[in-house]
């Protein structure tokens, strides 16, 4: 049967075991150390706390008040909005913006044959898949410059150049001639 481990589980309370009466209980040497470091520490005052020093201002701009400044956090509407107008990039942003909305702004059918290509020195790029659509936004070109203003702001627009569809090239290899007219024993 093993041997049980306190005297809890022996089921009886044994009398704590007296200790051989050669050996002291504790040092006595450090005992008398311990009392006398704790009578000084008794009659010493209380460890003060240090004191930060604050960092002095650089300039008036450091000064924390209740109105609202630059180093309180600030909207992500607000932030990048100051940074497309320090960059310059507003004008840019706006019309990507149309080009997003270009359906809204020219109507369904004919966002269908022509989409906006590229914008560059208030001049907007429009390719179509027809020659037919191109003719048409040609004679339109004038009312779209309008539209595309009084969304953007005045002058942001002032030409439409329009493009008709991707030609295809019968230019195939290394050889070809120069002023070719392509090939015309194709369609005889």
């Not at 942001?156 to 290899?173: C, E, F, I, L, Y």
């Amino acid at each position: 049967m093993p041997e049980p481990r306190n005297s809890s589980e022996s089921g009886f309370e044994s009398e704590a075991a007296p200790e051989p009466a050669g050996e002291p209980e504790h040092d006595k040497q450090g005992l008398d150390l311990a009392k006398s470091l704790a009578g000084r520490l008794k009659g010493m005052s209380p460890v003060k706390p240090v004191k930060r020093r604050r960092r002095p201002r650089i300039d008036g701009a450091q000064i924390s008040s209740a109105r609202p400044d630059d180093r309180d956090p600030q909207k992500l509407t607000n932030t990048l909005g100051r940074l497309m107008r320090d960059q310059g990039w507003e004008v840019d942003v706006a019309v990507h913006g149309v080009m997003a909305r270009w359906p809204a702004i020219v109507g369904p059918e004919m966002a269908e044959h022509c989409k906006p290509e590229s914008y560059q020195d208030t001049e907007l790029t429009v390719r179509t898949d027809s020659t037919a659509w191109a003719t048409q936004l040609k004679m339109l070109a004038p009312d779209l410059v309008r539209r595309l203003n009084a969304e953007l702001g005045e002058g942001t627009v002032t030409r439409v150049n329009v493009q008709g569809p991707h030609a295809p090239s019968w230019r195939k290899g290394p050889r070809t001639i120069r002023g070719g007219r392509g090939p015309r024993d194709t369609y005889g």
